[in-house]
C-alpha cells in the first residue's frame, strides 16, 4: 500500500481534475502543455518508485520503461475520458506533453541511478 497507494491516489486526481468541464488557469505563466509535462512527470517519478521498491536510487531501465508506459497508458485514458466531459476533448499535444514528461521524469532518475551506481563501485575500488 505503501508503494502503490500515493500511483492510485495521484491518478484518482488526475480522474478527478479531467472530470471537471473548466479548470482554473494553470499558476503563474505555466501553459497546458508545461502543466501536462509536469503533472504526468509527478506519475512516472511515484510509479518508478513503486515498480523500484521504494529504491529510487537503484531504478534500473526496464524500471524506468515501465513507469514511462504506465504514465502514457494512463494519460491515454485520460484524454479518452475527456472526450464524456462537456467541455473537454481529446488532445494529442497534451497525451504528447504527457509522454514527454513522464520520459524526462523516469530518465533522470535512471540516469541519476547509473551515476549513483558508479560512484559506489569507484570509491569501492579506491
Known sequence: MSLWGPVVAYMALIFLLSSMTGLPA????????????????????LTLRA??????????LPAAIGAVAIALAYGLTDEIHQLFVAGRQFDVRDLAADAI???IAAAAVWTWGIIRRSSGSASRRA
Open 26 to 45: 494553470p499558476p503563474g505563466r505555466l501553459g497546458d502543455k508545461s502543466a501536462h509535462l509536469l503533472e504526468y512527470a509527478g506519475l512516472a517519478l
Open 51 to 60: 515498480l523500484a521498491m521504494g529504491r529510487l536510487g537503484d531504478v534500473r
Open 101 to 103: 514528461g513522464a520520459g
